[in-house]
């Protein structure tokens, strides 16, 4: 299992080796990723709504993100590790954004972070990689754009925001980012991105073509409470197995069947 750097993701591009990435917040879920040789491992901003209870990615925090980037850190060692920019971190001030992406970088253990957004981003963009921080751009549908943009929507319907984005993505390209979050976003239009530009698409909701793909992982393992995008595949139900086992838990406790002589020591 050799380790995945961001020279390897270029590499996959290149061959036409599909990127498999999966948001995580955690020490154990990153140990199991590892075991499944997931590619990209991006501990997300999303972490405010999965995980903190927030109703979006806005109230996240540089705290927050450092916390979860050191716990995943520990679980880690194959993946290449993403770490998100949460919001006003780093889109008005390159000095700002240097020092924030350099904590994390630094101190949390990340390889690499993300940012979110086109032209208005390139100052801080730039100024990370010339101090030698791998970045990862995220364009489409932005969630902590969500006040602005009213809801979560497919981006770059029309003809004009499709040129926009495309021209946004060869932008943040010349800035300098390593690989491209494609999010809600048509599937011609990702699959023209991906054509245009040299660094890895990795998708979510962006059809088959990008370089890679990547979900939020409670959502993959049905541990979402509540209606999931429609680009969302769950491929197991936890949420309802952990329900159930909880519930018969209960249920074993208050009818004395646990413990029973099996977990008692005597
Ligand atoms: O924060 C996040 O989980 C993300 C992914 C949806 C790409 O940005």
Do not use: W
Not at 22 to 41: K, P, Q
Not at 104 to 119: D, F, M, P, S
Not at 145 to 159: A, D, E, F, H, I
């Amino acid at each position: 299992m050799s380790k995945v750097t961001t020279a390897t993701l270029l590499e996959m591009k290149k061959k036409g080796e599909k990127i498999a990435a999966l948001t995580c917040y955690d020490a154990s879920m990153a140990r199991l990723l590892n075991g499944e040789e997931i590619d990209v491992i991006l501990v997300g901003d999303s972490v405010g709504n999965v995980k903190l209870g927030y109703d979006n990615t806005i109230p996240v925090t540089m705290e927050d993100m450092f916390h979860h980037v050191r716990a995943v850190r520990r679980g880690n060692s194959r993946a290449l590790l993403v770490a998100d920019m949460p919001f006003l971190s780093y889109e008005n001030d390159p000095k700002e954004a240097v020092r924030n992406a350099g904590r994390l970088v630094k101190e949390g253990g990340a390889e690499a972070v993300k940012v979110e957004g086109g032209l208005e981003v390139v100052p801080s963009i730039k100024a990370l990689v010339q101090t030698n921080i791998p970045v990862m751009g995220h364009l489409g549908l932005t969630p902590q754009s969500v006040l602005r943009l009213g809801g979560y929507r497919v981006q770059g319907k029309t003809t004009e925001d499709a040129e926009k984005m495309v021209t946004q993505a060869r932008i943040l390209e010349g800035a300098g980012v390593f690989a491209l979050v494609l999010e809600a976003v048509p599937a011609s239009l990702a699959k023209e991105i991906s054509k245009k530009v040299a660094v890895p698409t990795i998708g979510i909701g962006a059809g088959l073509e990008c370089d890679g793909q990547i979900l939020v992982l409670d959502d993959l393992l049905g541990l979402t409470d509540g209606p999931v995008p429609k680009f969302v595949k769950q491929y197991a139900a936890l949420r309802s197995a952990s329900s159930r086992a909880v519930k018969q838990f209960r249920d074993d406790v208050k009818k004395k069947k646990f413990p029973s002589p099996e977990q008692t020591y005597l």
